[in-house]
Structure formats: structure tokens, C-alpha cells
């Protein structure tokens, strides 16, 4: 992995080629079955396009982890990196400056990037665990798991999505970090299967909340959302 990442350091100062690195890294992807070198090749095969004014691609990149990231730290990073992409392609005066689907992670100006990056930064440190004081206990025989919500972090609107064992009345909860309930979302009599609604979260301060699922009236799961402005 710090041979993969040198070969990307020193390119600019040797041949320049970053279309032929580009290549060589792709093939990593599609070759090997260590899962930590495809994971770097990747990144690395991304940051290639950047080099390359590939924009609309790197983008499109970033915003794939933001909605589907291997772990929570991916899709904070590809926030932040996709944000960096962005002042630079404004620094870089383009007249036609792409866009990806997620828009609402373009940053406003370096001011509020810097701020967002911080913040972001900062969530990495703060503890996993689920502080409600209103309803503590999940149920041990869980009749529903949430899944994770897309995308998360999230600017405004999310999907939340669940998945039911069996038939039943569900309620979706949302506490701030304090435990504080801050929205209810009744989905009504669903029937078992895969399940998603959308929360419209633009009106919740900056910050981790998290949603229970209720089952006919019982606690089944519980996920962490995280907010940003």
C-alpha cells in the first residue's frame, strides 16, 4: 500500500503520466483479491482523473462512496475530498464546471469548506454509542433492522430504508445526541420486506442523531444519522 501511494507521489516529477498510472492501478483493482490494496488502487486510480481534469468521473467517484461507503470514516473522507475537488475546479476557472448528482456537498466558498472539513473531522472522534434516555433497550428478538441510510452524512434529505421480518405497524423515532426526540415518522402497516422513506432532515441542526424502529410497539433497532450543513 505505501508503494502504491509513492508511485502516485513521485509521478509528477517523473514521467508525468498519470493516464498510464491510471491503468496500472485499474489493473490492480481487477486483479488482486486483497481487499485493502483494491481499496487504495481505487483511490488512487481516482485521484489519477483528478491529475488528469477527468472531473465529471472523480466526481462521480466520490459521490458512489458518500452513498455507498465501505465504512462511516469513507464516506466522511469522500465529503471532504469531494469538496476539495470542487474548489479546485473553481480555482481552475472552468467555464463549464461539472456538477455531480449530490450537489448540495459543493461547498459555498473555502470558508465554509473549511468548517464542514473540521466538523467532519471531528465526528471520527466522538464515541459510537447510542445515547437516548427515553428508549434504551432494543428488543432481543428483532423482528427489524434498520439499514443504513443514504447518503450519510447527509445534507437536508436522506433515505432512511429497513427491513422487516414479518408483517407489522412501524414507527420511526429521531433523537438529537442528548436523547431528545426530535421527529416521528409513522410508517403505518407494512408487510415484511425491504423498506424506504425519506426524512426531511434540512430544518435539524448540524449533528449525530439517531433513528429507532418500532415494531407493533416494540424497539427492534437503532442506526446513528449524521447531519451536516
Known sequence: MASLKELFAIEGVATNNYS????????????????????????????????LQNYQTAISWYESVIQ??????????????????????????????????????KPQSEKQYSENRDYLISLLFKGEETILQAET??????????????????????TLNYELMEDAIVVLNIYDYSGKLVKILDEGNKEAGKHSTTFFAGELNAGIYFCTIKCNGIISDSQKITIIN
Open 137 to 158: 433497550d432494543l428488543s432481543d428478538n428483532k423482528s427489524a433492522r434498520l439499514l443504513q441510510n443514504i447518503p450519510n452524512p447527509c445534507v437536508g434529505n436522506t
Open 68 to 105: 455507498n461507503p465501505p465504512a462511516f470514516a469513507d464516506s466522511l473522507f469522500a465529503i471532504i475530498d469531494l469538496g476539495n475537488l470542487y474548489l479546485k475546479i473553481e480555482n481552475d476557472s472552468l467555464k463549464s464546471a461539472p456538477i455531480g448528482a449530490l450537489a448540495e456537498y
Open 20 to 51: 498510464s498510472l491510471k491503468n496500472y492501478y485499474t489493473g490492480i483493482v481487477n486483479q488482486q483479491s486483497n481487499d485493502e490494496l483494491v481499496k487504495i488502487a481505487n483511490f488512487l486510480s481516482n485521484l489519477c482523473d483528478v491529475k
